[in-house]
């Protein structure tokens, strides 16, 4: 399970949509700082855990969606092995 810390620490954003079919709201990256104060940094920050605290901010909707963006750049020794 990860946590709201846990996910601030790896650089991860979490991204909230609306599901509900007439409303075309774009998604929203949640502000994870602003939830560690709400929540604490030991909160769990996967789909079960947050999604029930989410409503869309234009319909007001409770039919919402979360989505992990993670960080993909690369890390560590960058050099090709077949490099000559």
């Given at each position: 399970m990860s946590t709201i810390q846990e996910r601030i620490d790896r650089g991860e954003r979490v991204m909230a949509h609306c599901q509900s079919p007439t409303c075309y709201s774009p998604s929203r990256e949640l502000d994870l700082?602003?939830?560690k104060a709400k929540?604490?940094?030991d909160h769990?920050?996967?789909h079960d855990?947050?999604?029930p605290l989410l409503k869309c901010s234009v319909c007001?909707?409770?039919n919402v969606g979360i989505t992990i963006h993670v960080d993909q750049r690369p890390t560590g020794d960058l050099t090709s092995p077949f490099k000559r």
């Open positions: 700082e602003a939830l929540l604490g940094p769990g920050a996967m855990s947050l999604v007001g909707s409770k």
